[in-house]
T-cell receptor, first 112, second 112 residues
Framework: KQEVTQIPAALSVPEGENLVLNCSFT??????LQWFRQDPGKGLTSLLL?????REQTSGRLNASLDKSSGRSTLYIAASQPGDSATYLC???????????FGKGTKLSVIP | KAGVTQTPRYLIKTRGQQVTLSCSPI?????VSWYQQTPGQGLQFLFE???????NKGNFPGRFSGRQFSNSRSEMNVSTLELGDSALYLC???????????FGSGTRLTVV
């Protein structure tokens, strides 16, 4: 059974700082990994999708990496802004499956 | 383009009642998935439909059911509601093979 862990559960940083969010998964037989952002009481917004054959994906100030063999992914946020404050969720899709397994998320607070 | 639309946004139901939630996927998306989000358990997979067929089902009791129509719209039904069914129910759609899931804003169900 796939298990996804995100550390830390909460993170508070001053504006402008670069930061890294971590995601680990137990089963390396994945199809892809997706990072999402969730604002309080809202749905999920997709940030980056990494296919199992890829090592990283970039979008603006965000960069996600994937090390499938070690069961790890990181989300790097450059020059953080107060608007980045949200909960960040990592989700893994197993090969041959149509479901996502989510971590519990990292709640990020960027202090002005 | 229009996103994933979930209706209603909020629902209050009494224990023992049943409820039906609706999800309209992005135009052209034929895969629809449902997830339950609670503070304690996080996001948990309910089921996934493609071309009116359920392809995956999560570990939920039979009170939770769903269906997909020929236009890819989907509904989920929960019968004999329990207090523990109070949650945010999220729907996601995907192009087959793309693996990139887009989520709706969710339906907040409160059971009293």
């Amino acid at each position: 059974k796939q298990e996804v862990t995100q550390i830390p559960a909460a993170l508070s940083v001053p504006e402008g700082e670069n930061l890294v969010l971590n995601c680990s998964f137990t089963d390396s037989a994945i199809y892809n990994l997706q990072w999402f952002r969730q604002d309080p009481g809202k749905g999920l917004t997709s940030l980056l999708l990494i296919q199992s054959s890829q090592r990283e994906q970039t979008s603006g100030r965000l960069n996600a990496s994937l090390d499938k063999s070690s069961g790890r992914s990181t989300l790097y946020i450059a020059a953080s802004q107060p608007g980045d404050s949200a909960t960040y969720l990592c989700a893994v899709r197993r090969a041959g499956s149509y479901q996502l397994t989510f971590g519990k998320g990292t709640k990020l607070s960027v202090i002005p | 383009k229009a996103g994933v639309t979930q209706t209603p946004r909020y629902l209050i139901k009494t224990r023992g009642q049943q409820v039906t939630l609706s999800c309209s996927p992005i135009s052209g998306h034929r895969s629809v998935s449902w997830y339950q989000q609670t503070p304690g358990q996080g996001l948990q997979f309910l089921f996934e439909y493609f071309s009116e067929t359920q392809r995956n089902k999560g570990n939920f009791p039979g009170r939770f059911s769903g269906r997909q129509f020929s236009n890819s719209r989907s509904e989920m039904n929960v019968s004999t509601l329990e207090l523990g069914d109070s949650a945010l129910y999220l729907c996601a759609s995907s192009l087959v093979g793309a693996g990139d899931y887009t989520f709706g804003s969710g339906t907040r169900l409160t059971v009293v």
